[in-house]
């Protein structure tokens, strides 16, 4: 009877011993995978949400050009994220003004005109794009993932993010052309 009482004893012992070694591994995964996480260009402060006063989400997007673009690998520039598609009326009213502040602050500020591919069709979004000439990069979100991470329900939904990453503006619906001017000269002020 006392051995039973030692051997259950020790097995709980060993249980819990077992337990903390785990956990304690765990977490050092943890601290190592985080830290690996803050490796990156941008290492932002703040907690990340797809609103303004917070951390913008990085997401990785191959390009209509074959490109693969990152935001977080900003060049320590400002970033302007649009989602649109080629069947939104209201993406084709600012498009024309997007291309002309591209054309006047591409090498101040990051364009990423985020097509929703996975629910637009290729074949009329990449005609579209040739026959108004547009020539911004167009990072195409093919499952869907970064627009549902972005909460971009409505399009078009354009974020405007400061060099640091940090959210500053969230608009919903087309901007005019004096919006889409009075962002850039904020941006590049």
């Known amino acids: 009877m006392r051995w039973r009482n030692v051997l259950f004893g ?19 995964e943890t601290a190592g995978e985080k830290r690996q ?3 990156g260009p941008i290492q932002p402060d703040r ?3 797809p609103q303004e006063g917070f951390a913008a989400p990085d997401f990785e997007l191959e390009t209509l050009s074959g490109e693969t673009v990152r935001l977080y690998e900003n060049n320590g520039k400002p970033s302007l994220i649009n989602f649109w598609a080629s069947w939104c009326p209201p993406c084709k009213v600012e498009m024309p003004h997007l291309q002309e502040a591209y054309e006047q602050y591409g090498e101040q500020v990051n364009f990423h ?10 074949d009329n979004m990449s005609q579209y794009i040739e026959e108004n ?3 911004f990069p167009i990072p195409l979100d093919e499952t869907g993932d970064v627009a549902t991470t972005y909460q971009a329900v409505a399009i078009p939904t354009t974020f ?15 901007m005019t052309e004096q919006q889409i001017r009075d962002i850039m000269e904020e941006l590049t002020e």
Do not use: P
């Open 37 to 39: 996480e803050a490796v």
């Open 47 to 49: 907690d990340v949400k």
């Open 133 to 135: 000439g547009y020539t």
């Open 113 to 122: 005109m985020v097509d929703l591919a996975f629910n637009d069709d290729f």
């Open 160 to 174: 405007v993010v400061d060099e640091k990453g940090i959210i500053t503006h969230r608009i919903q619906g087309a």
């Open 10 to 28: 020790l097995a709980i012992l060993l249980l819990v011993v077992g337990a903390v070694v785990v956990n304690q591994s765990k977490e050092e």
